[in-house]
T-cell receptor, first 112, second 115 residues
Framework: GDSVTQTEGLVTLTEGLPVMLNCTYQ??????LFWYVQHLNEAPKLLLK?????KRPEHQGFHATLHKSSSSFHLQKSSAQLSDSALYYC???????????FGQGTSLSVVP | DPKIIQKPKYLVAVTGSEKILICEQY?????MYWYRQSAKKPLEFMFS???????DNQTASSRFQPQSSKKNHLDLQITALKPDDSATYFC??????????????FGKGTRLTVV
């Protein structure tokens, strides 16, 4: 079945430094890839979604590029902010009725 | 205003008992889901429903039974509760089309603790 791998469990960064969270996937088909963000005691919310036409999605300063050759969809931001501290999930979906397959999640902690 | 309402927010249950988790969505979506998040596992898909019809079931145990009395309503009944069932259960919804890849909206979750 489909799977998503996030190699970092915890990332601690100083405010202002660049962010890069890794995500690779395995799928029989060409899935849609997503990044969801979950702040403490809140619901997960969509941050980014891959496009079918290879455009690079961007939101709140975050961007991600789908590389089919390496099966990756890494999340990046040029300058971390304290408010970016949250749990980030990479997810894939190969079917309708949005059965999302989530990675283990990466907890991002941005410190002053 | 929250558009996906889950009740209760917190729930403590005794091992062996039965509980029902409530979910209603007011986004007008045609699909609803249950996901589970525990300390040991990431967010995990459980069920998907569309217009009160079960579309997919990835839960091995029959102790978990979704119930849909209206198309915007999807409850989760859990019987013979075990401590391993302790988790946060998220209800979610989306507006599905044939293209797939639609955004899934999540409720705030019900945190279940089984003692």
């Amino acid at each position: 079945g489909d799977s998503v791998t996030q190699t970092e469990g915890l990332v601690t960064l100083t405010e202002g430094l660049p962010v890069m969270l890794n995500c690779t996937y395995q799928s029989t088909y060409s899935p849609f890839l997503f990044w969801y963000v979950q702040h403490l005691n809140e619901a997960p919310k969509l941050l980014l979604k891959s496009f079918t036409d290879n455009k690079r999605p961007e939101h709140q300063g975050f961007h991600a590029t789908l590389h089919k050759s390496s099966s990756s969809f890494h999340l990046q931001k040029s300058s971390a902010q304290l408010s970016d501290s949250a749990l980030y999930y990479c997810a894939s979906s190969s079917s309708s009725f949005s059965k999302l397959v989530f990675g283990q999640g990466t907890s991002l902690s941005v410190v002053p | 205003d929250p558009k996906i309402i889950q009740k209760p927010k917190y729930l403590v249950a005794v091992t062996g008992s039965e509980k029902i988790l409530i979910c209603e969505q007011y986004l007008g979506h045609n699909a609803m889901y249950w996901y589970r998040q525990s300390a040991k596992k990431p967010l995990e898909f459980m069920f998907s429903y569309s217009y009160q019809k079960l579309m997919d079931n990835q839960t091995a145990s029959s102790r978990f039974q979704p119930q849909s009395s209206k198309k915007n309503h999807l409850d989760l009944q859990i019987t013979a509760l075990k401590p391993d069932d302790s988790a946060t259960y998220f209800c979610a919804s989306s507006q599905e089309d044939r293209g797939g890849g639609t955004e899934v909206f999540f409720g705030k979750g019900t945190r279940l603790t089984v003692v």
